[in-house]
DNA sequence: TGGTTCTTTCAGAATAAATTGAAACAAGAC
DNA sequence: GTCTTGTTTCAATTTATTCTGAAAGAACCA
């Protein structure tokens, strides 16, 4: 029987191994690598930890670290505690992911969908109108305007997507999601 | 009524502006900002393009434009097409929003989750065994495994969500959102 | 109040990613 | 074969992003 010890070096290295797969992901979606091992480390740890803590497990600087947690605490995966007797701040993960992915996916299209939104429709209200072209001047507007239209109605279904089913109140989507891949092939 | 070159040149405006927030989002999204540039060219011209019309109109390297292309082209959303008699390959973009999306996500899914997965089990499979540790050690070990579990299952059913949705032959997600959102509240 | 502990900020440094441009490469045309 | 036209590659450069560390800012205590 393998000793405490090994036992829980080897529980380490699962965690750092975790956290690195995890950091690797984040590039491809526009996410730093380090908030995104900031995430990791609380979630796969458990445990509520402190900036110091923080910055010794992946060796990183006190304002990296600080503004890494104000990130993952503006995108609400990640909530302050208090530790009896500690002056020092805690934090700690949310352990629901599907909880967690709702709150990441509510912020981007908060902050990423809706303001391209709002941008097409701009667009759009200033295009040239077809009506006052005609021939293939017309087609070639009518074309640009439809165009428009499809990306804005995609858009919007999937705004519309997103709050029926990752809204701050209802879950459903867990639930949505097991019931469609049982339907399989 | 307005002169067919000021429609034009509000057209060109509008095509650009366009082009740049597309642009703009792509970052967020870890892709670089020519690639999405060029596609939301090929996108809302409608038109046929090649090289050298994209290089001017975004004003970008020979060798980028190049690089730009072959990622769309390994993404699926852009197509080569010819025009007789003429040497030079053309590009033209799938004009169909959601056979383009689910181009990506089927990409994503390969590329990032995919790989992901993998390593995740592996660390599952090279964690210790709490079977052979007792009291809070052993505690500590199957909450472990346990968030294993529900990363590793969470992505599983990302996975075959997608797989349902986003295959080669099946479309059914633009019904299925555009009926999900009919419910509204 | 001054002293202590913890947190945030931000200019500059380090690092990573995108872009260029020229050379190498391909595919006809003759 | 050579010449022409078009495409790809990649080392060097430019640009953008991330990270550091020291200083400033809070919060609490006695």
Redesign the interface.
Known sequence: ??S?D???E??T???D??VA??GQ?A????ISRTMAEAHALL??T?KPMNTDEIMDRLQISRGNASMSIRALLDWGIISRTHKRGDRKEYFEAD?D??SM?RSIVRE?MK??VEP?LA??FE?RD???APD??SGD?QK??L??QK??E??LS?LQ??E??SH??VSPSGSGL?LA??L??K??K
Chains 1, 2 share one sequence.
């Open positions: 029987m393998a405490r090994t036992q829980h080897k529980l290295e699962a965690q191994r975790f797969s995890w992901m590039g491809a979606w526009g979630y796969i458990g352990q992911i599907w992915f981007r902050r990423e391209l941008t097409l667009i200033s295009s040239p006052e072209a001047q070639e507007l074309a640009h165009r428009l499809e990306m995609f279904t999937m519309k997507l029926r089913f867990e999601a097991k469609l891949t339907f399989d």
